[in-house]
Structures are given as structure tokens and as C-alpha cells.
């Protein structure tokens, strides 16, 4: 096999390999068709133990803003439904927020009784190694963690497929040299 045979096929190979890498992100709206309320019973903890969330998956929290809002809080206050001091407020009612890190995002309605009767969930995006055991929460964890919001930006349907810069650069260095030897 020539020289220009083992650039192409190592080429194909790294392109192979990076489009198994490449993440399609998901759009989760929370609580499905009911959305998040406190009306018909929707148990956010079952709902969210059916997903598979990953950096990059938007969470949509639909609901009257009459009625509810979107807290971010710590796991200490999720835990107790403290809403004293919330991380960040969301009352939009079409509230999108991207998922950035790994780990717990604790989220809980903020209207007197709501998060006692269920209104809250915990978007546990796993570790790198998924098949370890589930790291506990600290109290400490959901501060550090940033988030993208965009409150008047409806949810988008799908989520174009992302390459990391690495992977990116490392593809067009090999593809000008595949070229340059091929030429």
C-alpha cells in the first residue's frame, strides 16, 4: 500500500472515530405534556430517573407564571425546599437552560407549598465514568455549577451535532496533509 493509501485510510479512521464522539444534544421539556405544575400529580423524580442527560441537553421548564416559578438552588435547600436564597430565579414561563456541567442541578418551585407537594427536580447529568456508582450531592455542589438561560427564546426542536475544538483542529490538520500528499 502506497504512502498516499495510509494517509487516506488513517484519515477515514480519525473521521470514524471523531463522528462517534460527536454529541447530538437533547431537549428534555420538564414533566413531558404536563409541563411543570403541581396539577395531575407529575412525579419529577420518576420523570427525571427515565432520562439519560448529558452536557449540552436544554431543559425546558413550561408553565403559567401566574403560578410558578424556576428556582436553582443548592441540594441543602432542594432538599428542604429552602427558597431563601435561591441561586438563580427563572419566571419567564419558557424557561431553557443548557446544561454545561456534570453533575446534580437542583430546580424547585418557589410558591409557597408548591415544592412540598413534588414541584422540583434533580438534573443529574452522570460522571465521565457512568458505570461507577452515582456520586452523592454535597450542599456545595449546584453553586459552581453555571447555566445558560434564554427566558424569551422558545426551546429549540433539535440540537445541531458538536465536534470539540480539539477534535476539529485535529481533523482539518489531517485532512491538509491527506490533500497535500494526495496532490
Avoid at 405544575?37 to 439519560?52: L, N
Avoid at 427566558?151 to 440540537?159: H, N
Amino acid at each position: 500500500m502506497g504512502f498516499a493509501a495510509v494517509v487516506t485510510t488513517a484519515v477515514l479512521v480519525v473521521v470514524m472515530s471523531l463522528m462517534s464522539e460527536m454529541a447530538v444534544a437533547a431537549v428534555y421539556k420538564v414533566g413531558d405534556a404536563a409541563g411543570w405544575t403541581i396539577i395531575g400529580g407529575v412525579d419529577y423524580k420518576q420523570w427525571a430517573a427515565t432520562k439519560s442527560f448529558q452536557l449540552g441537553d436544554v431543559i425546558v421548564f413550561e408553565y403559567n407564571p401566574k403560578f410558578h416559578n424556576v428556582m436553582r438552588v443548592t441540594h441543602e435547600m432542594y432538599k428542604s425546599c429552602n427558597v431563601s436564597r435561591p441561586i438563580e430565579t427563572h419566571t419567564s414561563g419558557n424557561d431553557s437552560i443548557t446544561i454545561q456541567t456534570r453533575g446534580h442541578h437542583f430546580f424547585l418551585c418557589g410558591v409557597p407549598g408548591h415544592c412540598q407537594t413534588g414541584q422540583k427536580v434533580d438534573i443529574n447529568v452522570q460522571r465521565l465514568n457512568s458505570a461507577a456508582a452515582a456520586p452523592q450531592p454535597s450542599a456545595l455542589a449546584s453553586p459552581s455549577v453555571p447555566i445558560a438561560h434564554t427566558p424569551a427564546a422558545p426551546a429549540p426542536k433539535a440540537a445541531a451535532p458538536r465536534v470539540g475544538a480539539g477534535s476539529a483542529m485535529l481533523l482539518l490538520a489531517l485532512s491538509v496533509v491527506a490533500i497535500g500528499v494526495l496532490a
